[in-house]
């Protein structure tokens, strides 16, 4: 049984920064030839594609929002991956999810219809 479970987030000020993690268990084969991402979704509205990584010559992207200020990383010995938020500011107020794409293309995703494991979302509030 896959799982993604997503842990790091919380309340921080405008300016301020926040590490996001997501351990992936039960995948098969290993970690590394999946396909993650993030994703975050304001309560009413869509889930918007923040970042993604697939093993294929290490290809990381992001949303146009959040570029230059948000980093995907992963460790793929830990079956983890990460979003590193850096000046952070009140419309990143969201609840973030990670995700997993098993088709082991090795090119990053950025539509939630391409993958196929979601963690729970973790809260993430910036205050202004």
């Known amino acids: 049984q896959v799982q993604l479970v997503e842990s790091g987030g919380g309340l921080v000020q405008a300016g301020g920064s926040l590490r996001l993690s997501c351990t992936a268990s039960?995948?098969?084969?290993?970690?590394?030839?999946?396909?993650v991402g993030w994703f975050r979704q304001v309560l009413g509205k869509e889930r918007e594609f923040v970042a993604t990584s697939g093993w294929r010559g290490g290809v990381t992207c992001g949303a146009d929002s959040v570029k230059g200020r948000f980093t995907i990383s992963r460790d793929n010995a830990k079956n983890t991956m990460y979003l590193q938020m850096n000046d952070l500011r009140p419309e990143d107020t969201a609840v973030y999810f990670c995700?997993?794409?098993?088709?082991?293309?090795?090119?990053?995703?950025?539509?939630?219809?391409?993958?196929?494991?979601w963690g729970q979302g973790t809260q993430v509030t910036v205050s202004s």
């Open positions: 039960g995948l098969n084969p290993t970690f590394s030839v999946y396909t």
């Open positions: 995700a997993a794409d098993q088709r082991f293309t090795g090119v990053g995703l950025s539509s939630e219809e391409d993958y196929d494991y």
